[in-house]
Each structure stands twice: as C-alpha cells, then as structure tokens.
C-alpha cells in the first residue's frame, strides 16, 4: 500500500518550470499560491527532490492562516511531515527543509550506499530512510510513509522527480497552473524531464477540473489506469 500521491507544479504556456539559469520561478499569482495552500493543508506530508531545495529553498508549510484553519478543519495536526529525496545528500543543513519552526517530521529519503559523514551530518536534523542503492527505491519509501500513516502525500516537483514518480506508475492526480508567460530555452526544465516516454508508453490522463482566474489556468488531471 501507498499514499494517494498528487502532483502540483506551475509552468509558463511553452511548458517550462523555470528559466534555464533555474532562477526562482515567478510564473503565477497571489491566487495560485492560495491554492498551493489549500493542497498543502490537504496533504499529510510533502515530497520534493534535493535539485529543488538547492535551486528554490521553497517554504514547505502552510503559509496562509485561513487555509492553515482549513487544515485544523479537517483534523491535521499544524505541521506537515517533509520529504525530501536525494542519493547523493548534496545538501545545506541551512536549508528551509530543516527548520523545525512549523512542526512535521523531517525526512531524507536516500540510498544504502549514501555518503556516512553527509548522512551523519544530518540525522541530528532529520530521519534518514535508506533505500535502493545507486537511486532511491521511491516505491519503498511510499510504502514506509503510508505504514505510517500517510494518506496523501503532495509532491513538489522538481521535474526529475516529478519523472521518477511517473515512470513508476507512482502518481495519481496532476494540478497543472499555466501562467500567461513564455519562457523558451532548450536547457529549460519542465514539469516532467528524465528519459521521456516512448510514445507507445505515454500515460494518459483524464482532464477532471479547469478553471480561468484572469489570465491563468487551472488544471486537474486524473491519471487513467
């Protein structure tokens, strides 16, 4: 068993997560971060890969006080659990990931053969989970939170991990923002990078919401099984 997982990533209308000097994207609205809130509120821990903490640092709590009420509606306790996936733990014990100001469990999910002094360096800030050797066994991970008590896990990108999820069947719901802006950039990333999928193996999905707030989209997608 596992979490239902739930992506949500902002992209400018040709695709890119950001420019290709991976700059803080400043791509969608005051509205758009509302609605990261709200699926944050939602979501029983959150997920990013190491690329980007070092690229964005981001906040990885509720930073609204109307939807961190909406959290304390539901039953949630303040604090998100933090997932953060990296092999190599090419990281800074500065980051936002570790602050322990807004509750939630830490987590670096790495592999067996992870370097120990980086490992040790950061068990005194977070649990370490080791798992698969070479590349993080996300599957295990998933199946650990869920013994857990994870129900729903949200991802956050990046687009390397948004890829190692999907390729794995992994991923259940999409929520796509397209901002009205266009980046280009061949080096840019975009919402899904690694190997790509052979076209006979492309994933389909089901359009299930899509809204207009001014000039940005709002898309939720089922992925079809």
Known sequence: ???????????????????????????????????MDRLRAEADAILVGAGTVRADDPPLHVRSAAMAGYRR???KPAGLDRVLVSATLDLEIQSRFFDETHGGRRIVATVEDAPTERARAFAARAEIWRAGRGRVDLRAVLERLHAQGVERLLVEGGGETNWALA?????????VTIGPWLLGGRDAPTL????????????????????????????RYAVVR
């Not at 390729?167 to 929520?175: K, R």
């Not at 193996?201 to 809204?211: C, I, K, N, P, Y």
């Open 1 to 35: 068993m596992r979490p239902f997982v739930y992506v949500n990533m902002a992209m400018s209308v040709d695709g890119k997560i950001t420019s290709a000097r991976r700059e803080v994207p400043e791509l969608t609205s005051a509205h758009d971060r509302e609605q």
């Open 73 to 75: 509606s539901l039953g």
């Open 167 to 175: 390729q794995q069947d992994l991923v259940d719901e999409l929520h």
């Open 192 to 219: 899904l990078e690694g190997a790509g999928f052979a076209m006979a193996d492309r994933r389909a999905l089901r359009l299930t919401e899509l809204r207009r707030i001014d000039d940005e989209l709002y898309l």
